[in-house]
């Protein structure tokens, strides 16, 4: 039976790092591992793909599990993470089909319905934010810490309002060098840290660091600084967060902060589950065909 262990924006951001540390130590053999700043999911097993799995992964696939309903981001990622377990491992054919039927769904939902009009995705409210809360952004000095799409679509937002040139520091400054030009940044090494953030007004971190890079002597004490945080698990540990000088937005914070005007969207969501309960009615009776033919032919 095709099987999932999924721990998503409900739980604690402490028991989602805790369960992705385990998962990382004790990964099964032929599984898939989803793992954005929203959830963390395992999908394992071999044999007859569970109706509840099959409706969880369509879900997501289409945006309905989402922070912000409708997002297309998750479609890429839940690529990404297929296409890393079937580089990695020999998966189950069940589970190949599980997720090639969840972006099949995900792809009709979001060409039949509006459900992405109007959708955010945690690059956009991190923009969305910053204008509310630092309007004076333009004249901020601004660092990227991380190379990731994330931090690349705030920073394509950014690029087109005239800030003044940002800094990119990643572990791997080759990388961050690569993209001067393209964003026109300056890029810096993260052993700088302590550096860096003397001279940053505002940091914007997401980096897949397995523990928090961002400690408290690297911040400076004689100015405010704002963080935002979109990596789980954290990059900014729990003394930076209670800074006197520090305003600090994890994911959760950003996710609650954020009007999706949920109520004007209800007919795409429902259009959306229309829609899913359908690929499923079609994923069960394929499988029930294919065993069908197994019994007739043993």
């Known amino acids: 039976m095709i099987q999932l262990i999924s721990l998503d924006r409900h739980y604690s951001i402490d028991a989602r790092e805790n369960f992705l540390q385990l998962v990382k130590k004790q990964h099964p053999s032929g599984s898939i591992l989803l793992h954005t700043c929203n959830r963390i999911e395992l999908y394992y097993g071999s044999g007859l793909i569970n109706e509840n799995v099959a409706r969880h992964i369509f879900r997501v696939a289409s945006g309905l599990e989402s922070a912000f309903i409708g997002e297309s981001f998750i479609i890429s990622q839940i690529k990404e993470a297929y296409k890393k377990a079937i580089e990695t491992y020999t998966i189950d054919s069940n589970l190949h089909k599980l997720f090639q039927h969840a972006l099949k769904t995900g792809k009709r939902v ?3 319905t509006s459900i992405t009009r109007g959708a955010l995705s ?22 990227f810490i991380g190379i990731n799409k994330l931090n690349e679509t705030v920073m394509n937002f950014l690029k087109n309002h005239h800030i003044k040139p940002f800094i990119l520091a990643n572990r791997n400054f080759e990388k961050a ?15 700088n840290l302590s550096e860096i953030a003397m001279q940053s007004d505002i ?14 002597h690297h911040i400076p004490t004689n100015k405010r600084v704002l963080i935002f945080d979109a990596a789980v698990p954290n990059d900014v540990e729990q003394s930076v967060k209670s800074m006197p000088n520090v305003l600090y937005f994890d994911i959760e914070t950003i996710e609650k902060s954020i009007d999706q005007n949920i109520e004007k969207r209800k007919m795409a969501i429902k259009a959306a589950e229309r829609i899913i ?12 065909n294919i065993i069908g033919k197994k019994y007739q032919y043993a």
């Open 110 to 112: 979001r060409t039949e």
């Open 122 to 143: 945690h690059s956009q409210a991190i923009f969305e934010l910053l204008n509310k809360i630092e309007p004076d952004f333009k004249k901020k000095q601004i660092t």
């Open 177 to 191: 060098q690569l993209l001067e030009n393209k964003y026109q940044c300056y890029a810096e090494k993260l052993i």
């Open 203 to 216: 940091i914007i971190t997401a980096t897949s660091a397995p523990h928090s890079i961002i400690k408290k």
């Open 277 to 288: 309960e359908e690929e499923i009615e079609k994923l069960l009776l394929a499988q029930k």
